[in-house]
T-cell receptor
Framework: AQTVTQSQPEMSVQEAETVTLSCTYD???????LFWYKQPPSRQMILVIRQEAYKQQNATENRFSVNFQKAAKSFSLKISDSQLGDAAMYFCAVSGSSNTGKLIFGQGTTLQVKP | DAGVIQSPRHEVTEMGQEVTLRCKPISGHNSLFWYRQTMMRGLELLIYFNNNVPIDDSGMPEDRFSAKMPNASFSTLKIQPSEPRDSAVYFC???????????FGSGTRLTVV
């Protein structure tokens, strides 16, 4: 079974500052993948970044990076130089490694960006 | 590619009516997922298919819900009869393999009055 916990229902950040969103997970899979999705008010689910659990190097996508701590089962998202367009709900998710792997989401964190 | 296409985008129906939500996955993707999003319960996985075969339907809330995937390019989620508590946004997503991630449709907002 897989579970994902996001302990911060809401976060806020000043424009141009850095913010970190927390996520912990649990899985019985020996190999798995971790994701952060963004959901703006348009409700479209947008993939922000992904991490293969077998890779020690943290993934980075432009202003978005993760801090992956496998032993602690922690997968936090860091947003640098926050922009107004980053305001959205962010979901952490985990999936198994097989091609039938299902994606399980956390409860989400609403990020507010203040000008 | 047009992405995952869901229809309708909005649906308002009366309690007791049958509702059918539709999804066209990305061509070549072999897995398809149906999710329901509510404020109270967040994003719940209802059912997923691999190569058109249902793999796990343990998230389907009750017998009023059913899903089919008659071919690789089309899936439906049906609610019969609908109830007000079914009001939610229903997402369809498809995937080629977990490593590549999952692509979501724009969702169907269902309101049952």
């Amino acid at each position: 079974a897989q579970t994902v916990t996001q302990s911060q229902p809401e976060m806020s950040v000043q424009e141009a500052e850095t913010v970190t969103l927390s996520c912990t997970y649990d899985t019985s899979e020996s190999d798995y993948y971790l994701f952060w999705y963004k959901q703006p008010p348009s409700r479209q689910m947008i993939l922000v970044i992904r991490q293969e659990a077998y890779k020690q190097q943290n993934a980075t996508e432009n202003r978005f990076s993760v801090n992956f701590q496998k032993a602690a089962k922690s997968f936090s998202l860091k947003i640098s130089d926050s922009q107004l367009g980053d305001a959205a709900m962010y979901f952490c998710a985990v999936s198994g490694s097989s091609n039938t792997g299902k994606l399980i989401f956390g409860q989400g964190t609403t990020l507010q960006v203040k000008p | 590619d047009a992405g995952v296409i869901q229809s309708p985008r909005h649906e308002v129906t009366e309690m007791g009516q049958e509702v059918t939500l539709r999804c066209k996955p990305i061509s070549g993707h072999n897995s398809l997922f149906w999710y329901r999003q509510t404020m109270m319960r967040g994003l719940e996985l209802l059912i997923y298919f691999n190569n058109n075969v249902p793999i796990d339907d343990s998230g389907m809330p009750e017998d009023r819900f059913s899903a089919k995937m008659p071919n690789a390019s089309f899936s439906t989620l049906k609610i019969q009869p609908s109830e007000p508590r079914d009001s939610a946004v229903y997402f369809c997503a498809s995937s080629l393999d977990s490593i590549y991630g999952y692509t979501f449709g724009s969702g169907t907002r269902l309101t049952v009055v």
